[in-house]
């Protein structure tokens, strides 16, 4: 089946900018997703980005999308401690099924 | 209003106990989710209702029964659970399907 794959921990600096990637195995993939989910908490949708655009920014947010690769990122700008949390890339395109990728935990150090 | 709102936050049950969890929305979406989470892991899912009716229903046991009683409201009715099924429980709304899905707080339920 199709699938989501993401590195497991990212550990930054505050200050410094966070990148998590993900990769997905549907080349058809159409609508993209990041959440973010702290502890004890749902899950928040931060951005998403279409399969048309290759970039998208939103305030300290960044997406950029590498089709031929099947590669998505978000970059966030000068993380902060309040960024600590688990971020999920989702592949939203299969209808109702969304397919979450394992989960990048990301620490920021003061 | 962009909230799903659920609840129990917290609920603690013995596996001979019957329960139920309840999900709200009102942002005029025609599809809702049950997800459950255990802990470092990615929501996995188990009921879509699409227009009220159940659309999908991923080989949940029995044990967990759905019900969507008019477009706003999810119930999730819970009988002799096991203490495996401990987990974070989220409910989701969505527009339709294929658009961006917007999840509640989620219930942490714990099986006695």
């Known amino acids: 089946g199709e699938d989501v794959e993401q590195s497991l921990f990212l550990s930054v600096r505050e200050g410094d900018s966070s990148v998590i990637n993900c990769t997905y195995t549907?080349?058809?993939?159409?609508?993209l997703y990041w959440y973010k989910q702290e502890p004890g908490a749902g899950l928040q949708l931060l951005t998403y980005?279409?399969?048309?655009?290759d970039m998208k920014q939103d305030q300290r947010l960044t997406v950029l999308l590498n089709k031929k690769d099947k590669h998505l990122s978000l970059r966030i700008a000068d993380t902060q401690t309040g960024d600590s949390a688990i971020y999920f890339c989702?592949?939203?395109?299969?209808?109702?099924?969304?397919?979450f990728g394992a989960g990048t935990r990301l620490f920021v150090k003061a | 209003d962009t909230e799903v709102t659920q609840t129990p936050k917290h609920l603690v049950m013995g596996m001979t106990n019957k329960k139920s969890l309840k999900c709200e929305q009102h942002?005029?979406?025609?599809?809702m989710y049950w997800y459950k989470q255990k802990a470092k892991k990615p929501p996995e899912l188990m009921f879509v209702y699409s227009y009220e009716k159940l659309s999908i229903n991923e080989s949940v046991p029995s044990r967990f029964s759905p019900e969507c009683p008019n477009s706003s409201l999810l119930n999730l009715h819970l009988h002799a659970l096991q203490p495996e099924d401990s987990a974070l429980y989220l409910c989701?709304?969505?527009?339709?399907?294929?658009?961006?899905?917007?999840f509640g707080q989620g219930t942490r339920l714990t099986v006695v």
């Open positions: 942002m005029g979406h025609r599809a």
């Open positions: 980005i279409f399969s048309n655009m």
């Open positions: 549907d080349s058809s993939s159409t609508y």
């Open positions: 989701a709304s969505s527009p339709t399907s294929n658009t961006e899905a917007f």
């Open positions: 989702a592949d939203g395109s299969g209808g109702f099924k969304t397919i």
